[in-house]
């Protein structure tokens, strides 16, 4: 029995101000069981958030982690900084950061082991572009994805992170990949995984993001290999994450 599990990755917005009120309504709304609700603000934002959030059952996470521990990297930040303000997850290879920031595979692998090897989860993201599903490479692309995650970190490493299908054409767009869409792709993954690792398999949380939504998300958590989601635009909004977080409870 694997508990769902849904992240709200805030990416670049709000203030202290807004992100230590966002934080609270999550907070104060969180379901108490059937969930794990996690918070990914801007890192600056994270000793707000985990104030606003202590005492409640709601995690923090990164939105990203360098591969390296410390050293000369201007502008990183390493799992370790993250773990001492109280982050248990990091998103890690999400598609902003491999199109618009250059990370390839080999890097998203590397900044995922490194979180590993600090005692947290990743949230590892992989998904296909428009044109790659349009040319049934999908499957193809997300193995590449993964099989660079079995390079770094070696074959058991699903027992130690989430993986987040997000198809990249999905995200931000408003366009959602049906539940059985979504399903079809999370039930390939798996399979991947069970070719590894056939406990893992079972026990992997394999989640959705993609405009995902108070209105779409409980068919989508419905179908049977979908554990949850990584949620970007809806998390903004306290009622909208929570409605998000209460369908993945239901499941
Ligand atoms: C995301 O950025 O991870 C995401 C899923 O965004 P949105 O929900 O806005 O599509």
Not at 85 to 113: T, W
Not at 169 to 192: C, D, F, L, M, N
Not at 202 to 209: D, F, K, M, P
Request: include cysteine; proline fraction near 4%; charged fraction near 20%.
């Amino acid at each position: 029995m694997r508990t769902p599990i849904v992240a709200g990755n805030w990416k670049l917005n709000g203030s202290r101000q807004s992100a230590r009120d966002l934080a609270a309504g999550v907070a104060t709304g969180a379901p108490k069981s059937g969930v794990e609700v996690v918070v990914c603000p801007v890192s600056l934002h994270i000793p707000e958030v985990a104030a606003a959030v202590e005492g409640s059952v709601v995690a923090l996470g990164g939105q990203n982690a360098c591969e390296n521990e410390s050293g000369a990297f201007t502008a990183e930040v390493s799992s370790s900084m993250l773990a001492e303000f109280g982050c248990r997850y990091v998103i890690i290879g999400h598609s902003e950061r491999r199109s618009l920031y250059g990370e390839s595979d080999a890097d998203c692998a590397a900044r995922g082991k490194a979180v590993i090897d600090a005692g947290l989860t990743p949230m590892f993201c992989i998904g296909e572009t428009l044109e790659q599903r349009e040319s049934e490479e999908t499957i193809a692309v997300l193995h590449r994805q993964l099989n660079a995650l079995v390079e770094a970190a070696g074959d058991d490493v699903f027992g130690k992170c989430v993986i987040a299908y997000e198809p990249v054409w999905a995200i931000g767009t408003g366009k959602t990949a049906s539940p059985g869409q979504a399903q079809a792709v999370h039930e390939a993954i798996r399979q991947y995984v069970a070719g590894l690792d056939g406990t893992a398999a079972s026990s992997v949380r394999i989640i959705y993001g993609g405009s995902v939504k108070p209105d779409n998300a409980a068919e989508l958590f419905a179908q049977p290999d979908i554990d949850g989601g990584l949620i970007g635009g809806a998390a903004l909004k306290a009622e909208d994450f929570l409605a998000i977080c209460n369908a993945a409870a239901e499941k």
